[in-house]
């Protein structure tokens, strides 16, 4: 077996070479100019513990004889990776070393992320307008007198939560309501401006349970207690536009009868023609891959675990067909170690590189009431965080959920000060996408003189999405990407504005079943 295994090997067996050893960002960079850095390096598994102890002997032993060390490691069944704090010398060392699989600089951290810490409310925010767009959260409440969302809470009301009060108590809800005002936070924090865009209605239909998690009421079932939620704010405030960042994860979508809570969603968006933005769920506890033996391998295997295990599918009511459902990508992929160690976590590194799919995200297809042509679900995404695998010296790696630095920044009801945090989950990724639908519907309307229909804002989003900023071929075939992203990422100023050569053709109108319109567009003379 053995010979005719190695006769059928067709390409010759040779050691990597020193290019294929260096990391994405190594390549692009080349090694920092300063005296002393970080590097991420992982090392070939030894096949025992008593080699893999010899190895970080050796490792440790070469670092200090080149006057580096080894200041962060990872270890698993399968893994064997450093933070080695480093010199020119010991890095083009490493670059050399057959026990090297990969040496990289560390992942960027984002501006955003140093500014959470220290961001200050602005002195006053400017006032709303009755031309700003309006977005009805349906969550936990929201903290209206948040000072990064004073006055632009339009109205609050509890359907009956048995909290008492329309406020959020939870923060749940303040963090979605984040996204919606201000689309990315985590641009604001950059640039420093704040300039709310989108004005918020407040449907209060979930209540802290005794572990602080938002939960439905037990006494009311959430197909009644959402109805009454869109239907009371469709009508007293005219909302067209509904987010809601809640689900049953253990209700996952195996084919078959559609879930009960998503075709009430559908019939109340073709009733009252809304635009409904759901996240697609979060799968709480993914499996943990085995068998990598690097990171760059690990997150190839986060990856085929989303499009292979059916437990990742869809959950209650993101499989909605006429919802726009949102799956997450990831928001950051570094730890925040490249400042001498502070701020960052030990013994870790990101489950997905920047942008690429969530570990926790879930996937299409959606509802399949056509076999030979399956929906595509989600149809867009948004930045939802990101997941660490964490190793603690001789514990068994597990997911840590809730790293600043991974997460997606956005408001927070106040902690120690501070008004501005960053949370994980694709309940964090749907805002974006309402904020997006609002901004195109602002814009239509100018278009148009009158209000747009729910499926003219539908169809803009759509057209306006791109393929996210994942590695290069990280996902190749169109079905994976369909399943994982949709039709993309949405981009607000293709929603705003026409660019010189990208242009599109509004018509809003009415056809009967198994009728034609054509458009006649006259082309200008130049071309």
């Known amino acids: 077996m053995r010979r005719d295994f190695f006769d059928a090997l067709q390409l010759p067996i040779r050691k990597p070479s020193r290019d294929e050893r260096m990391g994405v960002r190594l390549r692009q960079e080349g090694l920092p100019e300063k005296e002393i850095f970080y590097l991420d390096v992982d090392f070939w598994h030894p096949p025992s513990e008593d080699e893999t102890r010899e190895l970080w002997r050796d490792i440790r032993s070469l670092c200090k004889r080149m006057s580096g060390s080894v200041i962060d490691e990872v270890r698993t069944s399968s893994l064997v990776l450093a933070k080695v704090q480093a010199n020119r010398q010991l890095a083009e060392a490493l670059l050399d070393l057959d026990l090297v699989a990969r040496v990289d600089l560390p992942p960027r951290l984002a501006p955003a992320y140093t500014a959470i810490f220290n961001t200050e409310p602005p002195p006053t925010l400017p006032l709303p307008t009755e031309n700003d767009p309006i977005v009805c959260v349906v969550d936990s409440g929201v903290l209206s007198g948040h000072p990064f969302l004073v006055n632009w809470v339009v109205e609050e009301y509890d359907f009956g939560t048995d909290e008492e009060t329309p406020v959020d108590l939870n923060g749940h809800g303040t963090g979605v309501a984040g996204l919606v005002v201000y689309g990315r936070v985590a641009n604001c924090l950059a640039s420093q401006v704040w300039q709310p865009q989108v004005r918020i209605c407040s449907a209060k239909v979930l209540q802290n349970d005794n572990f602080n998690n938002p939960v439905f009421p037990e006494e009311r079932r959430v197909e009644s207690i959402t109805e009454d939620a869109i239907r009371y704010f469709a009508r007293e405030r005219q909302c067209k536009i509904f987010n809601l960042s809640v689900g049953i994860p253990d209700e996952i979508y195996s084919d078959g009868r559609q879930f009960a809570w998503a075709e009430k969603l559908d019939e109340l968006a073709k009733e009252l023609d809304l635009v409904i933005v759901i996240s697609s769920g979060n799968r709480l506890d993914p499996p943990i891959p085995e068998g990598a033996l690097t990171r760059e391998q690990f997150q190839c295997a986060v990856r085929d675990n989303l499009l292979a295990d059916p437990q990742q599918r869809l959950c209650n009511p993101a ?38 799919p969530a570990p926790f995200t879930r996937v299409g297809p959606g ?67 309402a904020h997006a639908a609002a901004m195109a519907m602002a814009s239509l309307e100018s278009i148009l003189g009158r209000q747009p229909s729910a499926n003219l804002i539908r169809a803009l989003l759509g057209s306006s999405a791109v393929l996210p900023n994942w590695p290069d071929r990280w996902i190749e075939k169109e079905d994976d990407r369909l399943r994982l992203a949709g039709y993309g990422l949405c981009s607000v100023d293709d929603l705003l504005w026409s660019r010189q050569n990208l242009v599109r053709l509004i018509a809003m109108d009415a056809i009967e079943e198994n009728k034609l319109h054509v458009y006649k567009v006259v082309i200008p003379e130049i071309f």
């Open 319 to 356: 499989t909605a067909a006429l919802a726009i459902t949102v799956g997450a990508i990831a928001s950051s992929d570094a730890l925040g170690r490249d400042d001498l160690g502070r701020g960052g976590l030990r013994d870790a590194f990101a489950a997905a590189p920047s942008d690429a």
């Open 367 to 433: 509802y399949n009431c056509n076999p030979s042509s399956p929906p595509i679900k989600p149809e867009l995404v948004g930045h939802g965080g990101n997941y660490a695998l964490q190793t603690i010296v001789g514990g068994a790696p597990r997911w840590q959920k809730s790293f600043v630095n991974l997460g997606e920044p956005t408001l927070c009801i106040g902690q120690n000060g501070r008004f501005v945090s960053a949370h994980t989950g694709t309940s964090f990724s749907a805002p974006h996408v």
